[in-house]
C-alpha cells in the first residue's frame, strides 16, 4: 500500500482497524496532516491538521485520543498535540517539562512513557509518564542518555534500545524498571543502531530497520527479555530508517521512512508495509 506523499519521522498510531498517522518530514518540509489509512480498503483521507506541524516527536492513544509528544521543526518543542481518533479539532493538550525532539514514546495499557531525546542542544536522561497528554512526571532516568533510540513496554519494564549517545551510535540495550525507576545498561545489540522502530505483536517484541551511523538497516529483530537475547527473524523490504510503526489485529505496520540509494542519496519513502508473526 503507498501513500499519497512520502513521510518520514512521523507518529503512527493504531485506532480500530485503521492507522493514524500524525505530522511528520514529507522530504521538503515538516507537515501538519493527520492521516486517517485504512489497510482493509487502501483508503486515505486527511481527517485533521495538527495545532503546530512537527516531526521527530513519540506518540500515544490516552483516553480515546491520539497525542502527539514533542518533536518540532527548526527548534525542539514542549507540546503536546490532541485529537479524537476518528479526526476533528487538535488541542494543545499540555507542555513537557522541557522542550524534547528526537525522542520515544513507548506505550502501556493506560499510561505512556517518553524517553530519550534532547532540548536542541542537551540530551535529555528523564524518563516521563502521562496518562493524558496533559501532566507529565518523571518516573526513572535513563543509565545513559539517548537521542533516535527505540523502547517498548512489556509488563512493569520498559526497554530501551540503541539510539545516539553524544552523537555516536549506541548498541546499548537499557532496562528501566517503572515499579522502582532503577535503570541500567542490560545488554547490546549485534550492532549499533539508531533511527530504528519497535513494538510489540501478540506478546513478542520486534524491533527493525535503523542506521548503524553508515547505512541503513532492514533487518527485524526478536528482542527476548527473559534472556536479554536478539534474534534475526527476517527483514524489511527496503532497508529503512525513521519510519513509524503501529499494531492493528492482522500485524505491525511500518509506514514510511527514510533509506538510500545506491549513491547514498536519501529518499523518503510512501509505502506502508505489513509485518506478520510466522507460527
Do not use: C
Not at 506523499?5 to 498510531?13: D, E, F, H, I, Q
Not at 512513557?113 to 496533559?134: I, W
Not at 527485524?220 to 513509524?244: C, E, H, K, N
Amino acid at each position: 500500500m503507498k501513500l499519497p506523499t512520502p513521510v518520514s519521522r512521523l507518529v503512527a498510531l493504531g485506532a480500530g482497524d485503521q492507522l493514524l498517522l500524525l505530522g511528520g518530514f514529507d522530504s521538503s518540509t515538516t507537515t501538519a496532516n493527520v492521516l486517517l489509512v485504512s489497510p482493509g480498503t487502501g483508503t486515505v483521507s486527511v481527517v485533521a491538521h495538527l495545532a503546530q506541524a512537527t516531526h521527530d516527536a513519540g506518540g500515544a492513544v490516552l483516553g480515546g485520543r491520539a497525542v502527539v509528544i514533542g518533536g518540532g521543526i527548526a527548534a525542539s518543542t514542549t507540546d503536546a498535540q490532541a485529537v479524537a481518533v476518528s479526526g476533528g479539532a487538535v488541542a494543545i493538550s499540555g507542555h513537557l517539562p522541557q522542550p524534547r525532539s528526537d525522542l520515544a514514546v513507548a506505550a502501556g495499557p493506560t499510561t505512556a512513557y517518553v524517553v530519550g531525546g534532547y532540548t536542541g542542544s542537551t540530551e535529555l536522561p528523564d524518563v516521563l509518564a502521562t496518562t493524558d497528554g496533559a501532566s507529565f512526571r518523571v518516573v526513572a532516568h535513563l543509565a545513559e542518555t539517548v537521542r533516535y533510540p527505540a523502547a517498548v513496554v512489556a509488563g512493569s519494564v520498559l526497554w530501551v534500545f540503541g539510539g545516539e549517545h553524544q552523537g555516536a551510535v549506541t548498541d546499548d540495550i537499557q532496562r528501566i524498571d517503572l515499579t522502582t525507576g532503577a535503570a541500567s545498561i542490560a545488554g547490546h545489540l549485534p550492532a549499533r543502531l539508531s533511527h530504528a522502530a519497535a513494538t510489540v505483536i501478540d506478546g513478542t517484541i520486534l524491533l527493525m530497520g535503523g542506521t548503524d551511523g553508515r547505512a541503513h538497516q532492514g533487518t527485524v529483530y526478536r528482542f527476548d527479555p527473559a534472556t536479554i537475547s536478539v534474534v534475526s527473524v527476517g527483514a524489511l523490504p527496503t532497508p529503512t530508517s525513521d519510519m513509524a510503526v503501529a499494531v492493528l489485529a492482522d500485524g505491525a505496520y511500518v509506514v514510511g521512512g527514510e533509506t538510500a540509494d545506491a549513491q547514498g542519496k536519501v529518499t523518503t519513502l510512501d509505502t506502508i508495509v505489513r509485518l506478520q508473526l510466522s507460527h
